[in-house]
């Protein structure tokens, strides 16, 4: 990761119109929820829009994924759990419309052919972004919820039709990646073995932006009154969220770490604080010698000792 980010880095600021094609870059796929549309729609796009203080705006998005066929199939089934449309026609609300196969099927609410108030429309897609901002956590307790309310009732056939659905769900977000989330919400870091001795590359993403990486050197850590703990906690903590940097390239470089195989380091997530004891354990793991180097410099064998009486 530290290589392909000097990289773009030294491409973007001596090409700078020819950076991308340089390093093939294109912008991480994403999932958008277009809600400056009267009746919205989720898609993929590469594409997010910013405002002046560096903020996602004109929707909700969601990944980055590894590609854009990964992030269309993952869309195709969390819609299947939603009646929000997913044709690119003008929504003119004409009853005489013919509609569709997903209006047919009860898969839409259809405000094609007004099938659906605009609010009861705005309900679902409301119920859409609260499932992308919580990884599927709003429907899984909104499901729960009505399953343990049936069997209180004894209505043991709603219950079990409930429970299906959280199967269902389950089976949905079984594929989902770990790294993709709300990208305001995106915030980890991701940590890989420096050239230098005994020393951690410590990268910062926040709000799906790369922060100024630093470098974490145990070899002087045991000469300062600073444990390794309060030095993460001090980064993390002090400093604020960038707002610089192109937001879909920055995705588009943790991505391409992320999913490429083998994956050099690794990568924690911030959820409600972070996970700094597991991060120091996964440095002790960085550190620690390969086994091609144990090999190469083999630990020194104690000379042998002559047998007793032996002059």
């Known amino acids: 990761f530290e290589q392909t980010l000097?990289?773009?880095?030294?491409?973007?600021?001596?090409?700078?119109?020819?950076?991308?094609?340089?390093?093939?870059?294109?912008?991480?796929?994403?999932?958008?929820?277009?809600?400056?549309?009267?009746?919205?729609?989720?898609?993929?796009?590469?594409?997010?829009?910013?405002?002046?203080?560096?903020?996602?705006?004109?929707?909700?998005?969601?990944?980055?994924?590894?590609?854009?066929?990964?992030?269309?199939?993952?869309?195709?089934?969390?819609?299947?759990?939603?009646?929000?449309?997913?044709?690119?026609?003008?929504?003119r609300r004409d009853p005489t419309f013919p509609?569709?196969?997903?209006?047919?099927?009860?898969?839409?609410?259809?405000?094609?052919?007004?099938?659906?108030?605009?609010?009861?429309?705005?309900?679902?897609?409301?119920?859409?972004?609260?499932?992308?901002?919580?990884?599927?956590?709003?429907?899984?307790?909104?499901?729960?919820?009505?399953?343990e309310k049936a069997s209180e009732q004894l209505d043991f056939e709603r219950a079990a039709a409930l429970h299906k659905k959280v199967e269902k769900l389950d089976e949905v977000l079984r594929g989902r990646p770990e790294l993709t989330r709300r990208i305001q919400d995106l915030d980890a870091v991701i940590l890989?073995?420096?050239?230098?001795?005994?020393?951690?590359?410590?990268?910062?993403?926040?709000?799906?932006?790369?922060?100024?990486?630093?470098?974490?050197?145990?070899?002087?850590?045991?000469?300062?009154?600073?444990?390794?703990?309060h030095i993460f906690r001090e980064q993390f903590e002090s400093s604020s969220a960038p707002t610089n940097g192109d937001l879909g390239e920055h995705l588009w470089l943790v991505a391409r770490w992320y999913y490429s195989s083998p994956r050099e380091g690794e990568i924690f997530f911030r959820e409600k604080d972070w996970p700094y004891r597991r991060i120091l354990r996964a440095c002790s793991r960085i550190l620690a010698p390969k086994p091609s180097e144990a090999e190469a410099n083999p630990a020194p064998e104690p000379p042998a000792q002559s047998p007793e009486g032996a002059s």
């Open 99 to 147: 509609g569709c196969l997903y209006s047919e099927m009860k898969m839409c609410l259809a405000p094609c052919f007004a099938g659906c108030t605009k609010e009861e429309y705005d309900v679902e897609v409301q119920r859409l972004v609260h499932f992308l901002e919580t990884s599927g956590g709003s429907l899984r307790s909104t499901i729960e919820e009505g399953r």
């Open 6 to 91: 000097t990289y773009y880095h030294h491409a973007k600021q001596l090409f700078p119109k020819r950076y991308r094609e340089l390093m093939r870059l294109r912008p991480a796929a994403v999932l958008k929820v277009n809600l400056r549309h009267a009746y919205p729609r989720c898609y993929v796009t590469r594409r997010i829009p910013v405002d002046e203080s560096g903020i996602p705006t004109g929707g909700a998005y969601y990944g980055p994924f590894a590609s854009r066929r990964s992030a269309q199939a993952f869309a195709e089934r969390i819609l299947d759990l939603f009646k929000v449309r997913r044709c690119q026609i003008k929504i």
């Open 192 to 229: 890989q073995r420096a050239a230098e001795e005994q020393t951690i590359g410590v990268f910062r993403v926040q709000a799906g932006r790369l922060a100024e990486p630093f470098s974490l050197r145990f070899g002087e850590i045991a000469s300062q009154p600073r444990s390794a703990e």
